[in-house]
């Protein structure tokens, strides 16, 4: 029974865990799929979306849950802000200009969060923080549950947007051939723009759930950003199923690399996984042989 409820305890926590990776993973295969960008910024913008939601939380009391969807919002419109005024004056150049810009987003983004919120860690406290529901032997904390129900209804949503609406449709034409979109009437720099938001949106709302499950700092993003990378590859490219299962994937191998193994090889292991996906199916488990 004990092993059991090890089990259980492993696949819940990896599965909140991995579900905070799919929603950056897929935010940042939007972005890479329709624009082309390789932004290594992402990961700040899920710890402004952090700040955000402490700030709602702690400050103004709003409700943790509901502080997801005002980040959501407020770190699209600062996503508006950095396509505009950063990635759209350097897309189509040459690769390296893309990551100039991005590292130097981070510095900027890190250093703005180390003047409004300081460097310290900081935590955001749910209602249900000390709420379990018990699973036969397994206590499993209200709050991840929550998490993986938020998670799965964002990425409904998404879904219906890419598939079933106009502005979809024309994010999945822009992806497969920009120029030829433009000759169909499609305005690709205000696609560019949507898509950018919503990638950020998608990391503002990973941001509030991440801030609710673990502590954070201004330096949080980069170790996240490099994993939804990762899970891009795992999932494959331009795959939204792909980065769900591969972000659930990896969410499971890291926690289940903490509880056998312990917490210093949380990494190392979810890596493992990932270089041996690739050497068994390059293209990673949804991806197209070729891509």
């Given amino acids: 029974m004990i092993y059991s409820s090890t089990l259980v305890l492993t696949i819940m926590w990896g599965a909140a865990i991995g579900c905070i990776y799919v929603l950056l993973a897929t935010g940042l295969n939007l972005i890479f799929g329709v624009m082309k ?9 899920l710890m402004i979306g952090a700040y955000i939601g402490f700030t709602f939380a702690t400050a103004l009391g709003v409700n943790v849950y509901v502080a ?3 980040s959501m919002g407020l770190v699209a419109l600062i996503g508006i802000g950095v396509e505009r005024l950063t990635f759209r004056r350097v897309l189509g150049s040459e690769k390296l200009n893309e990551i100039f810009v991005s590292l130097g987003l981070i510095l900027i983004f890190d250093n703005v969060a180390v003047l409004l919120w300081g460097d310290k860690s900081k935590r955001i406290i749910s209602p249900f923080e000390n709420l379990s529901l018990d699973l036969g032997e397994a206590s499993i904390r209200v709050d991840w549950l929550i998490a993986i ?4 209804v964002i990425l409904i949503a998404l879904v219906f947007l890419v598939k079933k609406t106009k502005i979809g449709m024309a994010m999945q034409a822009t992806s497969q051939r920009s120029q030829t979109s433009m000759l169909m009437g499609i305005n690709i720099e205000r696609i560019y723009v949507f898509t950018f938001a919503l990638g950020a949106a998608l990391a503002g709302a990973a941001g509030v759930l991440y801030g609710i499950i673990f502590p954070f700092n201004p330096y949080v ?15 494959g490219l331009g795959s939204i199923p792909g980065a769900i299962i591969g972000g659930l994937l990896y969410g499971i191998a ?3 690399a903490v509880i056998t193994l312990g917490s210093i090889w949380r990494d190392a292991v979810a890596f493992t996984v990932l270089i041996i996906v690739l050497v068994l199916r390059p293209e990673g488990l949804f991806g197209k042989r070729g891509e």
Avoid: D, R, S
């Avoid at 129900?149 to 799965?152: A, D, G, H, T, W």
């Avoid at 993003?221 to 999932?235: D, E, H, R, V």
């Fill in 37 to 45: 960008l390789v932004n290594f910024a992402h990961g700040e913008l």
């Fill in 254 to 256: 890291e926690q289940t």
């Fill in 221 to 235: 993003g980069a170790l996240p950003t490099i994993k939804a990378f990762a899970i891009i590859i795992l999932g």
């Fill in 68 to 70: 997801v969807l005002l």
């Fill in 149 to 152: 129900l938020i998670v799965i």
